[in-house]
C-alpha cells in the first residue's frame, strides 16, 4: 500500500449543510487568511439536505445582511399557518389557534438542499475550498490521542474489497481543528462521542424519521406561502409523530410526515403511513392529478436540551444537527444550526482551538431556546393526551418547571411480539393491528422501491456494502421470534429483505437502495447496524427537498 497523500488546512469541516456552510463562511468573515476546507459526501451540496424546510431569518440576516436581495430559489415567505387533527381517515378538526412554537410569520419556506447549493458560492467567494464527492471515512488522530483531521475513503474497492481498475487511495486531510457538521447521527460523530465519552452526562439521545415528497400540482390549487402541520391518523395515541404540508410557488407544494423512533409496534411501517396520510380526505383532493418530483428520507434528531453531548473533544468540535439543536416543538433546526456554525466561528477565531466552545454553547441563546421547550417532546412518551397537556403547561410556563424529563434510547422502546404476531410479521407487507384502519391508496408511488426511483439514489452495485451487520444470524434467530425482523419495516428504502431461498433463511442487505436515513443505525433493538460512509458520490440525489 503507497504512502497516502496528504493535504493541509487550519480547518477542515466534514459536512456542507447550513451549519458546516456558516462556520466556515463566519470564519473567513473574522479571519480571511485562514486555511477552510469543507468535504461533502454527495455528489454536489444540497444533493443529500432534507428538510421541511420553514426557517427563522435572523441568523441567515446576521451572516449574510445582503442575502435578501438575491435569495436562494426557493424562499416563499409564510403567509398562512393551519393545525389540523386528524380524527381518522375521512374526518379532520382545524385547531382554531396554532400552537405558539408553530407561528410562522416573518418565516421562510426553503428547499434546505437549494439554500446550502446557494450558500457554497458564498463561502467560496471568501475563498473557502469546497470538495463535494468526498466522503470521510474515519477520524484521524495524533501522537496525544487528539482528532487532527479526516481521511477520505477510497474510490473503486470492489464488494470483496479487491481493487477494480478505477482504483484511487482516499487522501488524509489534516487540520489542527475538525469541525464536525455531519447533521443528524454522522458516522464520524457517532464513533467520537462514544470513544471520548462525550454522552457520558447526558440522557440517550433521541430520534424520529422523516419522509418527504415534493409535488407539481395542477395550476390554481397552491395557495404559496401557506403552512399546515397536522397530528393523529394514521397514528395510533401512543406514537409521536405528524404531517407538514408547505405550499411553495410555481405549483409545487412539499408534503411529508415524522414519526418518533420511540415507537413501540415493531410491526409499524413509518413509509407506509406516510402513504396513508396522503390518501386522507383532507389531503388527497389536493395532490390527485399531481406528480412527484422529488422524495426522500431523512432521521431527525429529537433528544434536545437533556441530550446534548459535551460538543468539544481535543482537536474536534460538534456543531448543527451532529451536536443535536434541533427545536422539536418548531420543528425546526435550520436557525440553530447556523447560529451554532456562528458561534463555534467565532470562538475558533478567538481561541485558535476546541477548548471552551462547550461553555459558550451552553450559556448561548441556542441553549436557552433548547432549555425552554426541553420537556415538550419526552411529554408525549406517556401518549398523545397527556404530550399536548404537558405541551401547553410548558408553553404556558416557558419552560420554567423545576423538573426535566428524561430520554430513552429509541431502539429500547420496541415491544416484543408473541408467537402468533411473530408468525404473522413474517409477511412484511402486513398492516399492523395495532394501527389505525388503513384505506385503500391511490396515490403515487405504489411501494418503497418506486419511492426510491424519486431519491435519484446512485450507488455502484459492486462497492462495498456501507451497512455493517454484526452478526446476522441474529436477524433470522432472535429478531425473527422477538421483534419479527423490523428492519424490513422500518427502512423507508426496502434494504433490508429476509430471504428464505435454497441456503435457508438469511438476511439479504440492498444496499444500493440506501437514502442514507440513519434509521437502521438508531432503531435496530440489538444495535448491530452500523452505518458507514459509502463510495464519496454515492447515494441520493434529491431535487430541491
Known sequence: ?????????????????????????????????????????????????????????????????????????????VTKDEFWWLRDAQRAT???????????????????????????????????????GFAASEPLFDDN??????????????????????????????????????GCRGSLSKQLIAKYALDKDCDPQTYGIGIKELWQLPAGRVEAGKVMHTLGWPLNTTTYGGSFLYHLDQDRVAIGFVAGLDYADPLFKPWDAFQQFKNHALIKPLLEGGSIVSAGARALIEGGYQSLPKVEMPGALLIGDSAGLMNVPKIKGTHQAIRSGMLAAAHVAEAGKADGYDAKLRASPVMAELKKVRNIRPGFNKGLWFGLANAGWETVTVGLSPWTLKNHADWSSLDKLDPAEAATAADANAPSPKQPSYVERSLAPRDRLAGVYFAATEHDED????????????????????????????????????????????????????????????????????WVTPEGGSGPNYQNL
Open 145 to 182: 490521542g487528539a482528532v487532527c483531521g479526516v481521511r477520505i475513503g477510497d474510490m473503486g474497492v470492489a464488494k470483496d474489497g479487491s481493487h477494480k481498475p478505477g482504483y484511487t487511495q482516499g487522501i488524509d486531510i489534516k487540520a489542527p481543528l475538525t469541525v464536525l457538521a455531519e
Open 94 to 132: 382545524k385547531s382554531p389557534v396554532t400552537p405558539p412554537q408553530m407561528h410562522n410569520h416573518g418565516n421562510f419556506i426553503v428547499s434546505l438542499g437549494a439554500l446550502c447549493a446557494w450558500l457554497a458560492p458564498q463561502a467560496e467567494a471568501l475563498g473557502v475550498e469546497i470538495y463535494p
Open 1 to 77: 500500500m503507497s504512502e497516502r497523500d496528504i493535504m493541509e488546512y487550519d480547518v477542515v469541516t466534514v459536512g456542507a449543510g447550513p451549519a458546516g456552510l456558516a462556520f466556515a463562511i463566519r470564519l473567513k468573515q473574522l479571519k480571511p487568511d485562514i486555511r477552510v476546507c469543507v468535504i461533502e459526501k454527495a455528489s454536489t451540496v444540497g444533493a443529500q439536505i432534507l428538510s421541511g424546510a420553514v426557517i427563522e431569518p435572523e441568523p441567515l440576516n446576521e451572516l449574510l445582511p445582503e442575502w435578501g436581495k438575491n435569495p436562494p430559489p426557493i424562499c416563499v415567505p
Open 463 to 530: 462497492q462495498s456494502i456501507h451497512l455493517h451487520v454484526a452478526d446476522t444470524n441474529v436477524c433470522v434467530t432472535r429478531c425473527a421470534s422477538e421483534y419479527g425482523n423490523p428492519c424490513t419495516r422500518f427502512c423507508p428504502a426496502g434494504v433490508y429483505e429476509i430471504v428464505d431461498d435454497s441456503a435457508g433463511k438469511r438476511l439479504q442487505i440492498n444496499a444500493a437502495n440506501c437514502v442514507h436515513c440513519k434509521t437502521c443505525d438508531i432503531k435496530d433493538p440489538y444495535q448491530i447496524i452500523t
